[in-house]
């Protein structure tokens, strides 16, 4: 079984991805890219074989490639998308240059779909998960704005459109198979699985997909919460059937408690859309009627019954 390289340690903060040291050999110290990595909390590292002999042209531009990925990542945010909002010749991720956010509209931006999250939650089996991410992230080095100095150009720039892009894929595709670099932690098959119920509270969580309803009113906070799942059909402000989360926005950007209460509420309402002979379901039905006839805390097995999988999205979010 082919093994991944991840960067350990993955830390994303305000959704710009860094990758801290693991235990392989640096890679950048084979390519170009070595003087604009070096003042960089974020190294690229793959295996090596001791006794290796020099690397072919293809092995260093493939290294140099790894390196740029690397680069760019610095420089660019990823949000989650709806699927509609994709142009057919980039239907996974895309980079939408800046504007592609509008919490953070000076920020260069990738577009991920949530019908993916295998690109962020990336297979053992499956080496070339992250290979859309990747050209894209080769499709941002040839950005004439951006400037690192001492990076290797890859000749990206010297195309452009279908050629650009079809160059972007393959060198992003030798970065995963052959040097078999991933940012981010990867999986195998069974967990891949077990995550399932996970990736559908991220794809509810993408704005534009309706399904929920998050309203800012924090009268009908529990203690403690800085939101709360109410219910389906409880407010008139949300199209029929849709569930509603009442939220404190300030609180839950300002704090991770805050936060944590934000996926907890969504892990809910995505639990309470399941289909009722889901496993997910009935535990949530069950949790939901103990609650209901609790004398203390009345969220006290609805909270138990979110905790792992808050977890589960936190980390799908980088968090």
């Not at 340690?9 to 070096?38: N, Q, W």
């Not at 990747?134 to 150009?153: C, M, Q």
């Not at 509603?244 to 950007?253: E, N, Q, W």
Request: aromatic content about 10%; proline content about 7%.
């Amino acid at each position: 079984m082919a093994t991944r390289i991840h960067a350990a340690g993955l830390l994303r903060r305000h959704g710009r991805i860094r990758c801290m040291v693991s235990r392989c050999a640096f890679i950048a110290a084979t390519s170009g890219a070595v003087a604009a990595l070096a003042q960089s909390p974020a190294s690229a590292f793959v295996e090596t074989s001791p006794g290796a002999g020099p690397p072919s042209d293809e092995g260093r531009k493939t290294l140099a490639a790894v390196s740029v990925i690397v680069a760019m990542q610095q420089v660019v945010r990823t949000v989650w998308r709806p699927p509609d909002l994709f142009p057919p010749f980039a239907p996974i991720a895309y980079y939408v240059g800046r504007g592609g956010d509008s919490h953070f509209p000076n920020d260069r931006v990738i577009w991920f779909n949530p019908d993916h999250p295998e690109l962020v939650s990336p297979r053992i089996s499956r080496l070339t998960d992250d290979v859309p991410f990747f050209a894209e992230l080769l499709i941002v080095s040839a950005d004439a704005s951006i400037k690192i100095t001492g990076a290797a150009s890859l000749g990206l720039e010297r195309v452009s459109g279908t050629a650009r892009r079809e160059a972007a894929a393959t060198l992003a595709d030798r970065v995963a198979v052959v040097a078999k670099y991933t940012p981010f932690v990867a999986v195998d098959d069974a967990e891949f699985a077990r995550r399932t119920f996970a990736f559908a509270v991220l794809r509810q969580m993408t704005p534009q997909i309706g399904g929920v309803a998050a309203l800012a009113d924090a009268t009908k906070l529990p203690p403690g919460e800085a939101a709360v799942y109410a219910g389906r059909d409880v407010d008139r402000r949300a199209p029929a059937g849709w569930g509603v989360i009442y939220a404190d926005f300030g609180r839950i950007s300002s704090d991770q408690p805050g936060y944590e209460s934000w996926l907890r509420a969504f892990v809910l309402a995505t639990a309470d859309r399941e289909p009722p002979t889901s496993n997910v379901k009935r535990a949530f039905d069950a949790a939901a009627a103990t609650d209901a006839t609790s004398t203390g805390d009345r969220w006290t097995a609805r909270r138990a019954f979110a905790a792992p999988y808050v977890t589960q999205v936190a980390a799908l979010f980088g968090k």
